[in-house]
Structures are given as structure tokens and as C-alpha cells.
């Protein structure tokens, strides 16, 4: 059986002729020197037409083993088994590293697996962000086992190990900006380990500084470990009366395409410098101990994350807290759902994009049902951001202000103010109708228009108040508000120019009808 590796042999060797396959023997009778020089003319001429015609020879089969191969692969499946996998410009990186992207091209048993097998192999590879170029090229195998070949794997390793980048970002949900800098030194030890260290300063006077580790392989199993170390504060002195200080470590014990499984072990403290806490806030001020586990099932079949216009995603976000005996620790548990789907129309580029998204949280442990949710666990809505992009759970709603709605308890006797304290329930659903503009300027540059519809709304459970609760009770508070406005999509975040009517709101709700700017990064 001829060799498919062969006949699909991308850059063939060129073999040289050896001088004696060229050269003639010359005779023992002697000649004059003239007749020697135009033999050598003759012979050098003999020569190169000799070494042109081979190369011309074997570039027609090359492509008409070419050609053969695709007219077998198209018709049939190709059989084929991986000898070996052979690694090249590896310096400092570990073959092992490099090999394990390669498991599923070793089990293939046809060519069209195996090409396909390289092409993901050459992508995860070029994802551990520690080459600069990487090729995967298939040879022929050993001569003497036809239908097998070698896989050669060619990296370049990055030449600047240490990389930077320092930038001002605006996060949507709390209406503020951060300056981040960072710091990456990548492949330290040869086993695709990237260290990186953060600063966040944000001009809310949040603040985050972090260091972690990323392994792709760590001890035999086939998925990536990750691990964080922060030190972090929160400041929601204006919407709920508290600070959130952090110190915790986050461990990632499972990555992959669809599953995430994340460990955090944190000391938290919630202060209030104001001195003007509500009293559900103040009860809840001091130090807590975390220790939660959380799982993270994703599936997300969309054409895009910032305009779609095809495809349904679903995100199951389970987390339990409490992992620890201290009397400190938090106990409680808590599910997220997120469902969208998108329908293209035809025309115009017009889809309709819906969302249902949903959560509740509860303590448990003895007395739970007396005793409250803790308060950074608990749901919160509205924001500066489009509930398009914010995959994940309850959160943003059109014309809705940063926790801007739900329970709210008034402030210490003299401020007039009311903190909002969140929700255990929650409960979002919107409607997006996206079109092309009449402008093929705007078309070329991803300008388009949109309508929207959304409505949400909370509940209290925790403290027995899920004694209280109904479902008509529920809808009748239920918040909605309508729109229409103008989408400036850019690689990295939708910005939105809308004019959002609020359509029905509860008292103490901080909402607006009127023009408003959105800004929001996919999720």
C-alpha cells in the first residue's frame, strides 16, 4: 500500500545527483586539450539540464500524488497510523508539554483525523502563549511499515519571555474606571508556567493587587492548573453603606471546554467608614471566613458574543460555602442559570436575541432559616452594561441604576439616603432586535441598530421571609423598561448609545427615563 504521508509530502526533499550518476568516464586514450575542454563544457551543460529535468520530474509527481490523495480523501476515509511524534526548537520547554496536545492525533486512523487532530494541536499550542511560531508537518514513516508516518512538531519559543501591559478600563456594572498594570514571565521552568502579577487601582477607590500561577498540565491530568493569590477591596459605600476588604486564594482545579471548577479560600472583613449603615449592613460588618466551591457549566454555540445573530448558550453555576469547620465561615449555597438564544430573520442582517436568567441563594446549617444570606452573596441589579453581553446570571438591566433596585433599608436617623441590600432571589428576562443601518458606511463598520425590552425583579427569602413569598406578589413588583438606540461594536466591548423609557418601577427605585451610554465586555 503506497504510503499517504508520501504522496501528501508537503516539502519534498530535493536529492542532489551524485557526480557519478552525471559525470562520464573518461577515456584511457589521450585527447588534445581542446577536445578535453568541450567534453568538460559538454559534460557541465549534460549536467544541469540533467539535474533540471530531475527536479521537474519529481515536482510532477509531487503533484500528481497531490492531486491523487485529495481525490482518495474526498471519496473515501484514508488510512493511516502515527509512528512517531518528533519535536523540534525546543529549548526550554519540556517534550511532554508540547507532546500532550498531540494525544488525539497518535490515536487517529485516517488521514482526515489526523488533519484534523494537527490543526487543534497547532491552535492549543499557540494558546500557551510560550512560542512565537509553531508548525505541525506530516513525513513519511519508516519504510518498512507502509501507511505510517511521523508527525513533526517545529516551535519557535517566545524570545521575550517577559511581557507587560499597563491600561484604563471601564467596568459597566459599577459605573467607574481602573487603571490595571500587569506583569507576565512565561515558561520559567519549561513546563508552559506562566507567573503573572497585578495592580487594579480604580478611581471608585477599589483596589486589587494578585499574583498567580498558570500550569497547563499539572501532575498527569489533562486539564489546566491555575492559582491566585489577591488582596482586594470593594468599595460600595455609595449604593449599600460598606467596604468589602479580601485576602484569599483561588485555586482552579478544573478547565475545560464546557466545565470549570474553582476553589476559594478567603478572609474577608465589610466595614463602614461612614458610620451610616442601615441596620441589616450593620449587623453584617466584621470578619468572615470563606471557603466555597464552585462549578461552572458552559455551553455557548453563538456566532458572536457582542452581536449575535445565530446559535443558544446556556450557563449552570452551582457554589457551596461553608467548607471549613470554623464558626466563622459562610454557609450557603448558591445556583445561577443563563439561557439565550438567537433567531436570525433574512434579512437586513436582523436577528432577535432573548434571554431568561435566574438565581437563588440560601444559607444552611443549623438555624438557617432564621438567620441572613450573607450580603456580598446576595443578588444585585441594574448596571451601566446591556444584558446582551453579560452571560452568567442575573444582573444588568436597561435603565436601571448600579443597585438601583430591589430591598432597600434606610440609613442611620439623618441621612435620607437608603441602602440597597439585595436580594436572595432574582429573576431577569430581555429581548434584543438587532438590523442593519440604510448606511453602507455604517454596515462596513459594524454600526447597527436595535430595540430592546427588559424586566426583572427580587425577592428577600432568607430570615424566614420565604414564608411571605408568592408568585402574584412577585410579578406584580416585577420592573420593565423599553428602548431603542444605536451599537458601536469594537473588538473588545459594545458601547450603546440608547433612549431607554422606564415602564414601571417600585418607590425608592434609582431609575430614569432618557438618553443613556452603555458600555460592555463579553462575559
Known sequence: MANPA???????????????????ELNGDEEGEEEEEEEDNEG????????????????????????????????????????????RGNQKTKDHIIEAELEAAREATTLQELLEASRVANSNLRALDIFDSV??????????????TNVVIEVVE?????????????????????LEASLKYKNIFGYGDI??????????????????????????????FTSRLYLSTQDWLKFSSYKER??????????????????????????????????SIRRQLGHTFLSALKYTFKFDQRNSYLRPTNGYAFVSTSQIGGLAPDSRSLRFLKQEIDLRYAVPFGFYNTALNFGVSGGV???WGSGYQNRPSSVPERFFLGGNSSPLCSLGGPSALWGFKTRGLGPNEPRRKGDSERDFVGGDAAVTAFADLSFDLPVRWLRERGIHGHVFASVGNMAKLSENEFRNFSAPKFLETVRTSV???IVLPTSVFRMELNYCHVLKKQEHDQARSGVCVTFSASS
Not at 517566545?158 to 481602573?178: C, D, F, M, N
Not at 502579577?197 to 500561577?213: F, K, P, Q, T, W
Request: charged residues 25%; hydrophobic residues 30%; without cysteine.
Open 44 to 87: 557541465e551543460d549534460d549536467d544541469t539540464e540533467s539535474k533540471s529535468q530531475t527536479r521537474k520530474g519529481r515536482s510532477s509527481a509531487d503533484r500528481i500524488n497531490a492531486e491523487s490523495l485529495f481525490r482518495r480523501m474526498r471519496a473515501a476515509p484514508v488510512p493511516v497510523r502515527v509512528h512517531d511524534v518528533i519535536v
Open 6 to 24: 508520501e504522496e501528501l509530502d508537503v516539502n519534498p526533499p530535493i536529492r542532489e545527483p551524485e557526480e557519478e550518476e552525471v559525470v562520464e
Open 246 to 279: 479580601s485576602l484569599g486564594l483561588s485555586l482552579g482545579l478544573l478547565s475545560s471546554k464546557y466545565h470549570e471548577l474553582v476553589y476559594t479560600i478567603a478572609w474577608r472583613n465589610l466595614i463602614d467608614p461612614s458610620q451610616a449603615a442601615s441596620a
Open 483 to 485: 428602548g431603542a438606540g
Open 361 to 363: 441563594s440560601f444559607p
Open 195 to 224: 507567573w503573572d502579577g497585578s495592580i487594579v487601582h480604580g478611581y471608585d477607590n477599589s483596589a486589587e493587587v494578585g499574583l498567580g500561577m498558570y500550569l497547563p498540565r499539572f501532575r498527569g491530568f489533562s486539564t489546566p
Open 158 to 178: 517566545s524570545k521575550s519571555p517577559l511581557t507587560g501591559q499597563i491600561g484604563v478600563y471601564t467596568r459597566a456594572e459599577a459605573r467607574s474606571s481602573s
Open 135 to 148: 508548525n505541525i508537518t506530516l513525513d513519511s514513516g519508516p519504510p518498512e511499515l507502509p501507511g505510517t
